[in-house]
């Protein structure tokens, strides 16, 4: 440190703000959203209404949660023009990429700015937001596979249309198992929000320079895809499926983790803030074997992650570091129970953590916070004079 200025390389011992959104107890284990467990969220809540009270404080009573739903509905259309953008990209190109220069193109369609102040300005640009991303994130894999880009169904739920807008196709009507979309929507909802985590402080430091609520979101985007954040739990299967690959020995990568080579980890363990069980890890836990067994599914990847944490949660090296299985850690072995591509894991994330960035992008400039400009603890050269290239 020199003078005033203290470095905290990842902010591990910084706060950026305060907010009232979502409450961590590391040390327990507790999440809770507006002061309600996720526990009970999970269980009782739909993900429309835990958005609702993510982004407005509050539960919503029936009528506002089914205005809620039908105001989403109004702005479902995404502009025809949009096609033409996502055209432009290979199909090679990773879902996460596309999702975040589709979600700024975004603004092009809507370049009013939002004045966080004005509810009614607010909420509808909450509704749009919901609206639209749910359709272009869809729409990244609907690229990807060389399927027609379709519409949102505005007869069908939020969750539903998630489903419907992936898989189905003009040669048949698809009809999702509700079992999937309960499972898909609980999902959402323990992805909802997670207070300074590395993409929402993004969303947050983009906000603070007054950039567009689109534009916050996509740097969001481009953040998570990141593998050490919600990239992993697209790492964790191609983990799995390696060790699988490999003949199932987990020792051999507990091992190769222990040993940093070539700075090995395993993929969905550990947390900034959870030094104990990640609680949505727990809940997605007992969700995979649920799923699995109502969609008749015997992954011997969901064999080896268990096989893996045993392994790890008996072993020093992991202990000693309190690295416990997180939420990216068994979601993936849900997603691809339900036929989601393990390149589209991370997009889901990101849909179920849109609400949460929604909502602390809004408590940022409702409270009015400054825009973010940390300093630095300068340790490059001191004065030098101009050289000519001639005498370089
Ligand atoms: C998410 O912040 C959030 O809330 C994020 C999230 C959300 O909802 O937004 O919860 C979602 O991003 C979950 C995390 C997903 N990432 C992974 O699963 C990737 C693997 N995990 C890590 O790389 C790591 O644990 C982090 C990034 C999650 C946390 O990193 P920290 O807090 O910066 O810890 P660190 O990198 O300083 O590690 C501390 C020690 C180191 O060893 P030593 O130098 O002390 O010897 O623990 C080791 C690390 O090498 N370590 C691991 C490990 N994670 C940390 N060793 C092996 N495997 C791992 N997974």
Redesign the pocket.
């Known amino acids: 440190a020199s003078g005033a200025i203290t470095i905290d390389p990842?902010y591990k011992n910084s706060g950026s703000c305060t907010s009232e959104i979502t409450f961590l107890d590391g040390e327990e284990g507790i999440l809770r959203y507006r002061g309600y467990s996720i526990e009970e969220l999970a269980d009782k809540a739909d993900f429309l209404e835990v958005s609702y009270l993510l982004i407005f404080g509050e539960l919503p009573t029936a009528t506002q949660l089914e205005k809620f739903e039908n105001d989403i509905r109004k702005h479902t259309l995404v502009s025809e023009e949009m096609k033409s953008i996502i055209d432009g990209f290979p199909r090679t190109a990773h879902p996460m990429g596309v999702l975040a220069s589709l979600t700024s193109a975004l603004t092009a369609f809507n370049p009013k700015p939002v004045n966080p102040n004005n509810e009614k300005e607010m909420y509808e640009a909450v509704c749009k937001t919901m609206a639209k991303f749910l359709v272009i994130a869809t729409w990244t894999y609907r690229k990807k596979m060389g399927y027609p880009l379709n519409h949102y169904d505005n007869s069908k739920g939020y969750v539903e249309n998630f489903m419907s807008l992936m898989f189905e196709l003009p040669t048949g009507s698809y009809k999702p198992d509700p079992k999937v979309i309960d499972a898909l929507d609980k999902l959402f909802i323990l992805h909802a929000d997670?207070e300074q985590?590395?993409?929402t402080s993004t969303v947050r430091i983009v906000g603070s320079s007054h950039a567009g609520l689109f534009a916050s979101i996509s740097a969001g985007v481009s953040a998570l895809w990141g593998?050490?954040?919600?990239g992993?739990n697209q790492a964790v299967l191609e983990m799995l499926q390696e060790i699988h690959d490999n003949g199932g020995d987990v020792d051999k990568y507990v091992l190769k983790?222990k040993d940093?080579e070539d700075s090995f980890?395993?993929?969905?363990?550990?947390?900034?803030?959870y030094k104990n069980f990640d609680p949505r890890a727990t809940i997605i836990k007992k969700a995979a074997d649920d799923v699995l067994v109502t969609l008749g599914v015997d992954d011997p990847l969901l064999e080896i992650a268990k096989k893996l944490e045993k392994v790890a949660l008996e072993d020093d090296y992991f202990k000693s570091?309190n690295?416990y299985p997180?939420?990216?850690f068994y979601s993936g072995i849900i997603y691809r129970a339900m036929g989601i591509p393990v390149e589209m894991f991370t997009v889901l994330f990101a849909v179920g953590r849109l609400p949460g960035w929604i909502a602390q992008w809004k408590e940022m400039r409702v409270n009015k916070e400054p825009i973010g400009r940390p300093r630095q603890v300068y340790t490059g050269y001191t004065l030098r004079s101009f050289k000519e290239v001639k005498d370089r």
């Open positions: 990842g997670h985590n590395c993409s593998p050490l954040h919600g992993a983790a940093k980890r395993l993929m969905g363990f550990g947390h900034r803030v570091r690295l997180n939420v990216d």
